[in-house]
């Protein structure tokens, strides 16, 4: 079993739809990143969060520790919002990430 | 804050010839920053892990003779693509660990290798 999975792999929404993005883990963490990568590769890193909620803008993202799991939510999306979208978290004393397989996202107008 | 640089941002260069990828934290101090290659439509596969002052640690599989890795400062670490083949070419991605602040990771815009 992969120790991290997301869901959905692909997604196509419609500009103004909200929308969610799941990761979920089997190994106990400390904190959690969510990524974004567009087209032409560049990463960016959107939030860092350990427990309870964090908001940005129109991006929302919530982790639940107990229950091994985090969302990404996306209101009111635009199709500047297409990417990819990687969940990851630290391991070991070196901090390594270990990688979600990720979610391309597409919002169409 | 807390932004990390790559240079070049692309490179292009012919077989057997020598590459190097500069990784820079501009705001902020890493003691450890970490490479990562990736394919197209892959994850980000980590290379090796740079820690100033010391020699990286590389992951296995990866060549160290081939990517080398330098991290001199704690503002710039250095990775070096020896005796290039079309098959490194890749997507290199660096990123930076904020000293003290161990699980607060920056990444780099990556730089495209192509090599011909």
């Known amino acids: 079993k992969n120790e991290v999975e997301q869901s959905p792999q692909n997604l196509t929404a419609q500009e103004g739809e909200f929308i969610t993005i799941n990761c979920s883990y089997s190994v106990g963490i400390s904190a959690l990143h969510w990524l974004q990568q567009h087209p032409g590769g560049g990463i960016v890193s959107l939030f860092m969060l350990s427990s309870g909620k964090k908001k940005h803008g129109r991006l929302i993202a919530t982790i639940n520790i107990q229950e091994k799991h985090s969302s990404l939510h996306i209101t009111a999306s635009h199709p500047r919002d297409s990417a990819v979208y990687i969940c990851?978290?630290?391991?070991?004393?070196?901090?390594?990430?270990?990688f979600g397989t990720g979610t391309r996202l597409q919002v169409t107008l | 804050g807390a932004v990390v640089s790559q240079h070049p941002s692309r490179v292009i260069c012919k077989s057997g010839t020598s590459v190097k990828i500069e990784c820079r934290s501009l705001d902020f101090q890493a003691t450890t920053m970490f490479w990562y290659r990736q394919f197209p439509k892959q994850s980000l596969m980590l290379m090796a892990t740079s820690n100033e002052g010391s020699k990286a640690t590389y992951e296995q599989g990866v060549e160290k003779d081939k990517f080398l890795i330098n991290h001199a400062s704690l503002t710039l670490s250095t990775l070096t693509v020896t005796s290039a083949h079309p098959e490194d070419s890749s997507f290199y991605i660096c990123?930076?660990?904020?000293?003290?602040?161990?699980?607060?990771?920056?990444f780099g815009p990556g730089t495209r290798l192509t090599v011909t």
């Open positions: 990123s930076a660990n904020k000293q003290g602040i161990g699980y607060e990771q920056y």
């Open positions: 990851a978290f630290p391991t070991g004393t070196a901090s390594k990430l270990t």
